[in-house]
């Protein structure tokens, strides 16, 4: 093992990895749109007066807050097409993003399930009786009154959110997808590794500023989205 | 299909990687976050310079994904301890150190980092008034801060605490990646050689979940212990 | 010992907010000053300068003989300071994780050092004082504000202050509930200990008063016995609040 740093070499990775990062959107917006669907039903469970629909979506969502992301990986890339194949159903045709995607949107449609949940519940009770009120019927009631109110509660939550999933993409490497992570490693290995440490700092600062990024982003939609709602309550 | 003579023969190394497992978990959970209680105050108090580099490393340590955390640290630190040596005129040999003390310290950055973030808004959270009362009795600013303010500040920030220790038993499985023989390393070691990984992983995962409802009703416990002062608030 | 407070000259902005603009103010020993003024005059401002909790930029403060510079002061003096005093706040401030009794004995415990089974003892007895001998083992968050309140007057009173710095302690509290402060305070007026009340309780100023201050704009406008300022004051300004605060219509009829 080299026992030195060549520091200045880091900017020069950042290029080279960010030919990946295609990859690593594509699996984030994949995964964030089955997330938010999948934690959209999980949510209506929850909240429904069905104690078995109930029962399931809360077993669901503390069973995917409990297994880590990675095992959850090797569950379903490794274990799956096993049982799969024993009864007789070839997976090999499913590619590796398709696997990360689903175990991406899987954990994390936990998390939205209870960022929806928690934004639902926060609306004033007032509101939808004032919805009926004025005689809005349940689906209106829902889209014009407290879905927005709702949404405006989950926007830092939401934006949370898809930063922890977009650190999640990271993963994807585990399973062989050439991803901003897996292009660092093939960077790396391409030269023995030794590199490895500096193209390691290079993604982690392709990391942290899209996460900076991002947190900004969610501060700022945050803002105008509750600037004049805020208004009017005080 | 499934293979239960292989479940029964892997469940006592399974159950042997535990410790591995809780030794990460527990001491990134209390070096980190003393570490980020300790960032909290800087960052609170507004300590010049110091709190700015603490701003910077909070930033940095929640944007980078804990496996690359791990990566930087495990190729990092032997260097650094190499280079320490040459210092002062002693050569290392750093590959006695084990793997697990390099995910330690990659672990405890990132709890600093989060728990720092949760001990910051919940010093604010405490009520301005407490420290004027404090103040007004004649406490000194230590003495408010331990007694009084602390505390009252524990007791917000456990729920997310809580939910930060969940996610960093979770997050020691990444440990497998440099190279510690924790749970889901030794279920991938156990399922190789004859390709049992549907039934390693659910072995692994019934591990995992049992493990977080341990440490989910035990937070709970100490949550309702502190909280008895407010159990009335609402009411 | 001439004076048990001596205020000098105090100053106080906050950014370009020049609260308090030269505030001059002596009481002696046992006097009970009730200081009355339109929100926003600065009484409550003045009232945090004594003990520091806004330390005022210009002047100074003195306690029973112990003098601070507003300009330059060290943490010890403040301390020191704020030991000679004790608050009682709008808000009441309980500490939230002590329960009643522990509240009344933290002082004595941590700043008096005090040993605990002593500090119990005569904490029992000071919340007895104050009706709230069954209520000490409950948390604030368990009381009433009248009950919480008196609580607050008990954690000032134990400490043997040489002056207690009421801030408004009846502001916060639903109507029913300011009988029993207001009692509280005055039974506590009635031992001799020198009080500093902001309030805008005009009977209360009449009956326990033994000097009202009546502050605007920052400075003091005028004082005197309860009886002048608060049924013939001389100035125009303490006069129009009078009838403002006296007769609430009229006030709503001036600004309408």
Redesign the interface.
């Known amino acids: 093992m080299g026992h030195t740093y060549d520091f200045k070499s880091i900017p020069g990775y950042i290029p080279k990895i960010m030919k990946a990062f295609p990859v690593t959107i594509e699996i984030l917006l994949l995964s964030l749109l089955f997330s938010i669907i999948i934690g959209a039903i999980v949510t209506v469970g929850s909240l429904s007066k069905n104690k078995v629909c109930n029962a399931i979506s809360k077993g669901y969502i503390s069973f995917m807050r409990g297994i880590p992301t990675l095992v959850l990986i090797f569950l379903l890339y490794l274990g799956l097409p096993q049982v799969m194949n024993s009864i007789g159903v070839d997976m090999s045709g499913v590619s590796k993003v398709a696997y990360i995607v689903a175990c991406l949107s899987l954990s994390t449609s936990a998390n939205m399930a209870e960022m929806m949940r928690a934004a639902y519940l926060a609306v004033d009770k007032g509101q939808r009786e004032a919805a009926f009120s004025v005689g809005m019927k349940g689906f209106t009631a829902f889209r014009r009154i407290i879905f927005p109110q709702a949404f405006g509660v989950a926007i830092p939550t939401l934006g949370n959110n898809i930063i922890m999933l977009f650190k999640e993409t990271s993963l994807a490497f585990t399973v062989g997808v050439i991803d901003l992570l897996g292009k660092a490693r093939a960077i790396s290995s391409a030269s023995y590794g030794t590199n490895r440490l500096e193209v390691y700092i290079a993604t982690g600062i392709i990391f942290w500023i899209i996460c900076f990024v991002l947190e900004n982003l969610s501060k700022f939609i945050e803002k105008q989205y509750t600037r004049g709602r805020k208004k009017a309550t005080s | 299909m499934i293979n239960f003579k292989f479940i029964l023969e892997s469940i006592p190394s399974l159950i042997g990687a535990i410790p591995i497992t809780l030794l990460m978990a527990f001491s990134a959970a209390i070096i980190g976050w003393i570490l980020g209680l300790g960032i909290a105050l800087i960052r609170k108090n507004k300590v010049p310079v110091v709190s700015q580099i603490c701003a910077v490393f909070v930033s940095f340590m929640r944007g980078v994904p804990i496996i690359i955390l791990l990566y930087i640290a495990y190729y990092a630190l032997p260097i650094a301890i190499y280079n320490y040596g040459v210092s002062i005129g002693r050569e290392i040999d750093t590959s006695t150190v084990p793997a697990v003390i390099y995910a330690i310290i990659a672990l405890v950055l990132d709890q600093a980092a989060y728990s720092s973030e949760i001990f910051r808004s919940a010093l604010s959270a405490v009520?301005e008034?407490?420290m004027?009362?404090?103040?007004?009795?004649?406490?000194?600013k230590s003495?408010a801060l331990m007694?009084?303010i602390l505390?009252?500040a524990m007791?917000i920030a456990l729920p997310n605490l809580g939910g930060l220790f969940l996610g960093l038993v979770k997050g020691t499985s990444l440990a497998y990646y440099v190279g510690v023989y924790e749970i889901t390393a030794t279920a991938n070691l156990l399922a190789m050689p004859a390709l049992n990984f549907i039934e390693a992983y659910i072995m692994t995962t019934l591990i995992y979940e049992i493990l977080s409802f341990i440490f989910n009703k035990c937070f709970r416990q100490v949550e309702n212990r502190f909280k008895?002062?407010?159990?009335?608030?609402t009411a | 010992m001439a004076n048990m407070v001596e205020l000098k000259n105090i100053h106080k902005s906050f950014g370009d907010n020049h609260i308090l603009k030269g505030v001059d103010m002596s009481i002696k020993k046992g006097e009970v000053v009730v200081i009355l003024g339109p929100s926003g005059s600065g009484k409550t401002t003045l009232l945090r300068t004594i003990?520091?909790?806004d330390a005022a930029d210009e002047g100074s403060v003195s306690v029973h003989d112990f003098t601070v510079d507003c300009k330059k002061h060290s943490?010890s003096q403040v301390?020191e300071l704020?030991?000679k005093?004790?608050?009682v706040?709008q808000?009441y401030?309980?500490?939230?994780?002590?329960?009643i009794l522990e509240n009344v004995m933290?002082?004595l415990v941590?700043?008096k050092k005090f040993k605990k089974s002593d500090a119990e003892k005569v904490s029992r007895e000071i919340l007895a004082k104050v009706g709230l001998a069954e209520r000490c083992d409950f948390?604030?968050?368990?009381l009433s504000g009248g009950q919480q309140q008196r609580a607050g007057i008990a954690?000032?009173l134990i400490?043997d202050p040489d002056v207690i710095?009421f801030d408004e302690p009846t502001s916060a509290l639903d109507p029913e509930l300011v009988g029993e402060v207001l009692n509280t305070i005055k039974a506590v007026a009635q031992t001799g200990i020198t009080m500093i009340v902001v309030t805008h309780e005009i009977a209360f100023a009449k009956e326990v008063a033994s000097r009202v201050v009546f502050m605007e704009g920052g400075v003091v406008v005028e004082e005197g016995k309860p009886e002048e300022i608060l049924v013939a004051p001389k100035e125009p300004r303490t006069q129009q609040f009078l009838r403002r605060i006296t007769n609430p219509n009229a006030a709503e009829e001036a600004t309408a």
């Open positions: 009520d008034g407490q004027e009362a404090c103040y007004s009795v004649g406490m000194t003495q007694r009084i505390p009252q007791a008895r002062f407010r159990a009335t608030a | 003990n520091f909790l943490k301390i704020r030991r005093t004790a608050m706040f808000n401030n309980l500490f939230q994780n002590k329960t933290e002082g941590t700043v948390y604030p968050s368990q954690r000032a400490l710095l």
